[in-house]
C-alpha cells in the first residue's frame, strides 16, 4: 500500500506543479518592483490580473490580442513603453490608448494589421517613438496622423511601402528618425523631400531599397544628419542626386549578399557639389584605385574604407589633408607603410582591425601621423621581437592604443618612449615577452588604463608596472603568479594610484597579508574565478568602501578575525564558493544575515556543507547553534552518575577506615 | 486501483515532460552521399533552413536559405559553430555576422519580430567531408547574448 500512497502523492505534486504552469498570471517576470515587467511568449489574450496598475514599462511580445480597444489597457494608466511585437493584432480600434497620457513609445512591429482607426493613437500627450516595422502596409496614409505632433521618429521598415514622401497633414516638426529600411522605394522626387522640409537634423534610413534614380535638384539646400543608402546597386547614382546637400553622415556601404557595380574615379566626381562630414563605402570594390579616386573629397572628415579589399593605398592621393578619421579595417595590408599615412596628416583616429594578413609594423610608418591621438590594431596578426620604439615613431599625441588580440610582441625597457601622452593602452590577449627586471610601461606618467589580460605575463618581475605614476585601472586577469601566490613583495607595489584592480581568473590560492599594501585609493577589487580560501580576505584588512568581488573561489569558513575587513566594504560578491553552513562558520553566519544588504549575488551564494543544506541559499539557512538539550540531558545523567560514584567511593573508603579500628 | 495509479502517474509524467517540448527533424538536404538532418533547439520557436546543392564534395560559398522570427534586434549577431564527431569535439568557432562597425548583410540592423527570410551565399571554403556521422551545433545570438536561433544538426556522410 505504502509505494500506491507515495505514487499518489508523487502524481498529484506533479499535476499541481503543471497547474502552477499554465496559470499565465504569475508568469511576467518581474524586472523592477511595480514597473517594469515582462511578458513575452505566454500565449496571453488580455492583460493579466497581477500586473499592478503602476506599470510603467511593459514588454507584452509574442502574445494573442487580435483586437485592442480602449479597454484592453484601460488599467495601465502609468504606461510609458509598450511593446506588441507580433501579438496577431489585426484591429486597433478608437480611443485605444486614451487613459495613457505618458506613454511615449509603441511598437506595433510584425502585426498583420488591416485598420488603425482615426483616433486609435490618441490619449498620449507626448507619442514620441511609433515602431510600424512589417506591418504589411504600402502606404504611409495607412497612419493616423492625429497626436503625431510630438513624433521624433517612426519605423516603417520592410513593408511595401515606394514612396517616403509623407501625407500633407503629417507632423514633422519633432521628427529626428525616419526608418524605411527595406521598402521598395527607388526613386527620390523632388516633392518627396519637399513634404520632409520643417523637419531639422533628421536621419533617413533607406538601407535596402536600391535607389535607382533622385530627380535633379531634390535635395538642393537640403540639411541631413544622417543618410543611408546602404546595398545601392550604383552609388552614382546618389552622388549625382545629392547634390548641394549638407550631410553630416553618409552611409553607401555594400553588403555580401547584394550585386553592385565596382566604384570607379567618375562615380565619386558627385561628391565635389555637396557637403559630407563622414562618409561609409564599407565592402565596395574600388576599380583601380589611384591617386585622383578621392580628389572630391577636400571637405570630409571621416573616411570608413571597411572591407574594401585593399593592399595598399596610392603614395599622393589628393585631397585628403583635412581628414580626421580613417577606418582601414579588415582589409589585405601587408605592411603598414602601405597605407601610406603621408596622405593624411590632419589624422586623429586611425583604426586598422581584422587586418587579413599578417600586418608588419615596419618602422617609422606612421611618424607622419603627429595628431594621431586614437590608434587602433587590434586582431591584425602583429608580431614584433622588439616593439614599439621604432615602429609608433613621433606618435606623440597618441592618448589610446590598442594592441590586443595580436601575435607575440616582446617589450624591452621604454617600449612605448615615443608615445609618452598614452592613456589608454590595450594589450590584452596578446603575449608579451619582457625580460626581467625591465620596465617596457616607464616614462608613461599618464597612463590611466593598462589592459594586460591573457598576456601570459611573467608576474615575478616586479620592475614590470614601474614608472606608471597615473594608473587608475589594471587588468591582470588570466595571468599566472608563482605558486599560485601574491606574496609580500609583487609588482603592485609600484602603482601606488590603481583605483580598480582586476585579477579575475589568476589561479590564485593565497595572497599575502601586506601584498596590497601600498595601494591606497582602491575602490574595486575583483578576485573571482581564483582557488582563494577565507584567509586571504586579510589582504584587504587596510581597504575601505571597496567593491570586493569573491565569486567562484574556494571559501568554505570565513574566520572570524576577517569579519571586519568584510564589514567595511561597499559591496561583497560570495556566489559560487564552497561555503560551509555548519556551526563552524556561527560567526559569519549571524554577520551575514546582518548585513544581506551589502550582498550581491545572493541567489547564487548557496550552502555545499552540511551535505543536508546543499544548494541551499546562505541567506534562507538559519543556523542554531550552542548546547541543545540532548547533550544537556547527557550532561546531567554523566554528572549524575560521577556524584553516586563519588558517594559510592566515599563511603567504602570509609567503611575500610573503621573496619580497622 | 494500482493501475489507475500508474496510469495517472505516466499522464503526469508525460504532460509534465510535454512543456519542454521538442521540434520535429527536418532535412536541410540529402543529395550525393551527403544528408543533412536539422532540429529547432530554441525552445520557442521552430525554423526553416536549406542547402542548394549537397554533396560529399562541398562546394565553396554555398547558397543557403533560412526562414524563422526574430526574437530579438539583429544589429550585432554572432555565429557559434560547435562539429562534433563520436561524441568528441572537432572544432568550435565564433563567426561575428553583424557589427555595429561592419554590418555584413543586407539583414544587419533588422528588428525584433520581423521575419528573417535568407538565400544566399554563406561564404564557406570547398571541402571534402569524410565518411562518417558528425553532430554540428549552431548558435546564433546578439549583442545581448540572447538566443536568436538554435540548430542541432546531424551530418551523415556516406
Same mark, same amino acid.
Given at each position: 500500500?505504502?509505494?500506491? !500512497?507515495?505514487?499518489?502523492?508523487?502524481?498529484?505534486?506533479? $499535476?499541481?506543479?503543471?497547474?502552477?504552469?499554465?496559470?499565465? +498570471?504569475?508568469?511576467?517576470?518581474?524586472?523592477?518592483?511595480?514597473?517594469?515587467?515582462?511578458?513575452?511568449?505566454?500565449?496571453?489574450?488580455?492583460?493579466?490580473?497581477?500586473?499592478?496598475?503602476?506599470?510603467?514599462?511593459?514588454?507584452?511580445?509574442?502574445?494573442?490580442?487580435?483586437?485592442?480597444?480602449?479597454?484592453?489597457?484601460?488599467?495601465?494608466?502609468?504606461?510609458?513603453?509598450?511593446?506588441?511585437?507580433?501579438?496577431?493584432?489585426?484591429?486597433?480600434?478608437?480611443?485605444?490608448?486614451?487613459?495613457?497620457?505618458?506613454? $511615449?513609445?509603441?511598437?506595433?512591429?510584425?502585426?498583420?494589421?488591416?485598420?488603425?482607426?482615426?483616433?486609435?493613437?490618441?490619449?498620449?500627450?507626448?507619442?514620441?517613438?511609433?515602431?510600424?516595422?512589417?506591418?504589411?502596409?504600402?502606404?504611409? #496614409?495607412?497612419?493616423?496622423?492625429?497626436?503625431?505632433?510630438?513624433?521624433?521618429?517612426?519605423?516603417?521598415?520592410?513593408?511595401?511601402?515606394?514612396?517616403?514622401?509623407?501625407?500633407?497633414?503629417?507632423?514633422?516638426?519633432?521628427?529626428?528618425?525616419?526608418?524605411?529600411?527595406?521598402?521598395?522605394?527607388?526613386?527620390?522626387?523632388?516633392?518627396?523631400?519637399?513634404?520632409?522640409?520643417?523637419?531639422?537634423?533628421?536621419?533617413?534610413?533607406?538601407?535596402?531599397?536600391?535607389?535607382?534614380?533622385?530627380?535633379?535638384?531634390?535635395?538642393?539646400?537640403?540639411?541631413?544628419?544622417?543618410?543611408?543608402?546602404?546595398?545601392?546597386?550604383?552609388?552614382?547614382?546618389?552622388?549625382?542626386?545629392?547634390?548641394?546637400?549638407?550631410?553630416?553622415?553618409?552611409?553607401?556601404?555594400?553588403?555580401?549578399?547584394?550585386?553592385?557595380? +565596382?566604384?570607379?574615379?567618375?562615380?565619386?566626381?558627385?561628391?565635389?557639389?555637396?557637403?559630407?562630414?563622414?562618409?561609409?563605402?564599407?565592402?565596395?570594390?574600388?576599380?583601380? !584605385?589611384? $591617386?585622383?579616386?578621392?580628389?572630391?573629397?577636400?571637405?570630409?572628415?571621416?573616411?570608413?574604407?571597411?572591407?574594401?579589399?585593399?593592399?595598399?593605398?596610392?603614395?599622393?592621393?589628393?585631397?585628403?589633408? $583635412?581628414?580626421?578619421?580613417?577606418?582601414?579595417?579588415?582589409?589585405?595590408?601587408?605592411?603598414?607603410?602601405?597605407?601610406?599615412?603621408?596622405?593624411?596628416?590632419?589624422?586623429?583616429?586611425?583604426?586598422?582591425?581584422?587586418?587579413?594578413?599578417?600586418?608588419?609594423?615596419?618602422?617609422?610608418?606612421?611618424?607622419?601621423?603627429?595628431?594621431?591621438?586614437?590608434?587602433?590594431?587590434?586582431?591584425?596578426?602583429?608580431?614584433?621581437? +622588439?616593439?614599439?620604439?621604432?615602429?609608433?615613431?613621433?606618435?606623440?599625441?597618441?592618448?589610446?592604443?590598442?594592441?590586443?588580440?595580436?601575435?607575440?610582441?616582446?617589450?624591452?625597457?621604454?617600449?612605448?618612449?615615443?608615445?609618452?601622452?598614452?592613456?589608454?593602452?590595450?594589450?590584452?590577449?596578446?603575449?608579451?615577452?619582457?625580460?626581467?627586471?625591465?620596465?617596457?610601461?616607464?616614462?608613461?606618467?599618464?597612463?590611466?588604463?593598462?589592459?594586460?589580460?591573457?598576456?601570459?605575463?611573467?608576474?615575478?618581475?616586479?620592475?614590470?608596472?614601474?614608472?606608471?605614476?597615473?594608473?587608475?585601472?589594471?587588468?591582470?586577469?588570466?595571468?599566472?603568479?608563482?605558486?599560485?601566490?601574491?606574496?609580500?613583495?609583487?609588482?603592485?607595489?609600484?602603482?601606488?594610484?590603481?583605483?580598480?584592480?582586476?585579477?579575475?581568473?589568476?589561479?590564485?590560492?593565497?595572497?599575502?597579508?601586506?601584498?596590497?599594501?601600498?595601494?591606497?585609493?582602491?575602490?574595486?577589487?575583483?578576485?573571482?574565478?581564483?582557488?582563494?580560501?577565507?584567509?586571504? !580576505? +586579510?589582504?584587504?584588512?587596510?581597504?575601505?568602501?571597496?567593491?570586493?568581488?569573491?565569486?567562484?573561489?574556494?571559501?568554505? !569558513?570565513?574566520?572570524?578575525?576577517?569579519?571586519?575587513?568584510?564589514?567595511?566594504?561597499?559591496?561583497?560578491?560570495?556566489?559560487?564558493?564552497?561555503?560551509?553552513?555548519?556551526?563552524?562558520?556561527?560567526?559569519?553566519?549571524?554577520?551575514?544575515?546582518?548585513?544581506?544588504?551589502?550582498?550581491?549575488?545572493?541567489?547564487?551564494?548557496?550552502?555545499?556543507?552540511?551535505?543536508?543544506?546543499?544548494?541551499?541559499?546562505?541567506?534562507?539557512? #538559519?543556523?542554531?547553534?550552542?548546547?541543545?538539550?540532548?547533550?544537556?540531558?547527557?550532561?546531567?545523567?554523566?554528572?549524575?552518575?560521577?556524584?553516586?560514584?563519588?558517594?559510592?567511593?566515599? #563511603?567504602?573508603?570509609?567503611?575500610?577506615?573503621?573496619?580497622?579500628? | 486501483?494500482?493501475?489507475?495509479? &500508474?496510469?495517472?502517474?505516466?499522464?503526469?509524467?508525460?504532460?509534465?515532460?510535454?512543456?519542454?517540448?521538442?521540434?520535429?527533424?527536418?532535412?536541410?538536404?540529402?543529395?550525393?552521399?551527403?544528408?543533412?538532418?536539422?532540429?529547432?533547439?530554441?525552445?520557442?520557436?521552430?525554423?526553416?533552413? &536549406?542547402?542548394?546543392?549537397?554533396?560529399?564534395?562541398?562546394? &565553396?560559398?554555398?547558397?543557403?536559405?533560412?526562414?524563422?522570427?526574430?526574437?530579438?534586434?539583429?544589429?550585432?549577431?554572432?555565429?557559434?559553430?560547435?562539429?562534433?564527431?563520436?561524441?568528441?569535439?572537432?572544432?568550435?568557432?565564433?563567426?561575428?555576422?553583424?557589427?555595429?562597425?561592419?554590418?555584413?548583410?543586407?539583414?544587419?540592423?533588422?528588428?525584433?519580430?520581423?521575419?528573417?527570410?535568407?538565400?544566399?551565399?554563406?561564404?564557406?571554403?570547398?571541402?571534402?567531408?569524410?565518411?562518417?556521422?558528425?553532430?554540428?551545433?549552431?548558435?546564433?545570438?546578439?549583442?545581448?547574448?540572447?538566443?536568436?536561433?538554435?540548430?542541432?544538426?546531424?551530418?551523415?556522410?556516406?
Amino acid at each position: 500500500m505504502a509505494p500506491t !500512497i507515495s505514487c499518489m502523492l508523487l502524481a498529484v505534486l506533479i $499535476s499541481a506543479g503543471c497547474k502552477v504552469i499554465t496559470s499565465s +498570471d504569475q508568469m511576467c517576470t518581474e524586472k523592477e518592483v511595480n514597473k517594469t515587467y515582462n511578458c513575452e511568449y505566454l500565449g496571453l489574450s488580455k492583460v493579466p490580473d497581477f500586473l499592478p496598475n503602476t506599470t510603467e514599462v511593459l514588454d507584452f511580445s509574442f502574445n494573442f490580442l487580435p483586437t485592442i480597444q480602449n479597454t484592453t489597457f484601460r488599467r495601465l494608466i502609468n504606461l510609458i513603453f509598450l511593446d506588441l511585437t507580433r501579438c496577431q493584432i489585426n484591429w486597433l480600434h478608437e480611443d485605444t490608448f486614451q487613459s495613457q497620457y505618458q506613454l $511615449s513609445t509603441i511598437v506595433l512591429t510584425g502585426n498583420p494589421l488591416i485598420f488603425m482607426a482615426e483616433t486609435s493613437l490618441n490619449g498620449p500627450t507626448s507619442l514620441k517613438h511609433l515602431f510600424l516595422t512589417q506591418i504589411g502596409i504600402s502606404s504611409l #496614409k495607412f497612419i493616423p496622423v492625429h497626436n503625431l505632433e510630438n513624433l521624433q521618429s517612426l519605423y516603417v521598415g520592410s513593408n511595401h511601402i515606394t514612396s517616403i514622401e509623407l501625407p500633407e497633414n503629417f507632423p514633422t516638426q519633432n521628427l529626428k528618425v525616419l526608418d524605411f529600411q527595406n521598402n521598395a522605394i527607388h526613386y527620390l522626387m523632388k516633392k518627396d523631400l519637399d513634404s520632409l522640409k520643417q523637419a531639422t537634423n533628421l536621419s533617413i534610413n533607406l538601407s535596402g531599397n536600391d535607389i535607382k534614380g533622385i530627380e535633379p535638384g531634390a535635395f538642393h539646400s537640403k540639411i541631413f544628419q544622417k543618410l543611408n543608402f546602404g546595398g545601392t546597386f550604383d552609388v552614382s547614382v546618389i552622388f549625382q542626386g545629392l547634390q548641394n546637400a549638407t550631410i553630416q553622415s553618409l552611409w553607401l556601404g555594400r553588403f555580401e549578399d547584394m550585386e553592385d557595380k +565596382d566604384i570607379d574615379s567618375g562615380m565619386l566626381q558627385g561628391l565635389c557639389e555637396m557637403t559630407v562630414e563622414s562618409i561609409n563605402l564599407q565592402k565596395h570594390y574600388f576599380s583601380p !584605385i589611384s $591617386s585622383t579616386t578621392f580628389q572630391c573629397f577636400t571637405r570630409l572628415q571621416e573616411l570608413d574604407l571597411t572591407a574594401t579589399h585593399l593592399e595598399e593605398l596610392p603614395s599622393s592621393i589628393k585631397g585628403m589633408s $583635412s581628414l580626421k578619421k580613417l577606418v582601414l579595417t579588415a582589409n589585405h595590408f601587408g605592411q603598414l607603410c602601405q597605407i601610406n599615412a603621408a596622405n593624411f596628416p590632419s589624422l586623429t583616429s586611425l583604426y586598422i582591425k581584422s587586418n587579413t594578413k599578417k600586418l608588419d609594423l615596419g618602422v617609422a610608418c606612421l611618424e607622419s601621423l603627429e595628431n594621431l591621438q586614437t590608434l587602433d590594431l587590434s586582431h591584425s596578426n602583429i608580431e614584433a621581437s +622588439d616593439c614599439c620604439t621604432l615602429q609608433l615613431k613621433n606618435l606623440h599625441h597618441l592618448q589610446s592604443l590598442n594592441l590586443s588580440y595580436n601575435e607575440p610582441l616582446g617589450l624591452q625597457n621604454q617600449a612605448f618612449q615615443e608615445t609618452p601622452q598614452l592613456v589608454l593602452l590595450d594589450l590584452a590577449f596578446t603575449n608579451l615577452h619582457v625580460n626581467v627586471p625591465q620596465s617596457p610601461f616607464q616614462n608613461l606618467p599618464l597612463l590611466q588604463f593598462l589592459n594586460l589580460s591573457h598576456c601570459l605575463l611573467d608576474t615575478s618581475n616586479q620592475r614590470l608596472l614601474a614608472g606608471l605614476l597615473d594608473l587608475r585601472h589594471l587588468n591582470l586577469q588570466g595571468n599566472r603568479f608563482q605558486d599560485g601566490r601574491i606574496s609580500k613583495t609583487n609588482l603592485l607595489q609600484t602603482v601606488g594610484s590603481l583605483e580598480i584592480l582586476i585579477l579575475a581568473s589568476c589561479d590564485l590560492l593565497s595572497i599575502d597579508q601586506q601584498a596590497l599594501h601600498g595601494l591606497e585609493k582602491i575602490h574595486y577589487v575583483d578576485l573571482s574565478h581564483n582557488r582563494l580560501t577565507g584567509n586571504s !580576505i +586579510d589582504a584587504l584588512s587596510h581597504l575601505k568602501n571597496i567593491y570586493l568581488n569573491l565569486a567562484d573561489n574556494n571559501i568554505d !569558513i570565513i574566520p572570524f578575525h576577517v569579519l571586519p575587513t568584510l564589514s567595511q566594504q561597499t559591496t561583497i560578491n560570495l556566489s559560487h564558493n564552497p561555503l560551509d553552513c555548519t556551526c563552524s562558520n556561527i560567526h559569519f553566519f549571524m554577520w551575514f544575515l546582518e548585513n544581506l544588504q551589502k550582498f550581491e549575488g545572493l541567489e547564487e551564494t548557496v550552502c555545499t556543507n552540511p551535505p543536508l543544506l546543499r544548494g541551499v541559499k546562505l541567506s534562507d539557512v #538559519k543556523l542554531v547553534c550552542g548546547i541543545t538539550a540532548a547533550a544537556i540531558f547527557v550532561l546531567i545523567v554523566f554528572l549524575f552518575l560521577l556524584i553516586v560514584l563519588l558517594i559510592f567511593f566515599i #563511603k567504602c573508603l570509609l567503611r575500610r577506615k573503621y573496619q580497622n579500628i | 486501483m494500482e493501475g489507475l495509479l &500508474s496510469t495517472l502517474l505516466a499522464w503526469a509524467l508525460l504532460y509534465f515532460g510535454g512543456s519542454g517540448q521538442a521540434w520535429p527533424t527536418h532535412t536541410a538536404c540529402r543529395e550525393g552521399g551527403l544528408e543533412v538532418l536539422y532540429q529547432s533547439c530554441d525552445p520557442f520557436q521552430d525554423l526553416g533552413f &536549406s542547402i542548394e546543392q549537397c554533396s560529399r564534395t562541398l562546394k &565553396s560559398n554555398l547558397n543557403i536559405r533560412l526562414g524563422l522570427i526574430l526574437r530579438e534586434d539583429i544589429k550585432e549577431l554572432f555565429l557559434d559553430v560547435a562539429l562534433l564527431t563520436k561524441g568528441s569535439s572537432v572544432l568550435n568557432f565564433s563567426y561575428p555576422v553583424c557589427e555595429s562597425d561592419q554590418p555584413k548583410f543586407s539583414f544587419c540592423g533588422r528588428r525584433k519580430g520581423e521575419q528573417f527570410y535568407y538565400v544566399g551565399p554563406v561564404n564557406n571554403p570547398g571541402f571534402e567531408v569524410p565518411k562518417g556521422e558528425y553532430q554540428v551545433l549552431l548558435e546564433l545570438y546578439n549583442g545581448k547574448k540572447s538566443t536568436v536561433a538554435c540548430a542541432n544538426a546531424t551530418v551523415i556522410c556516406s
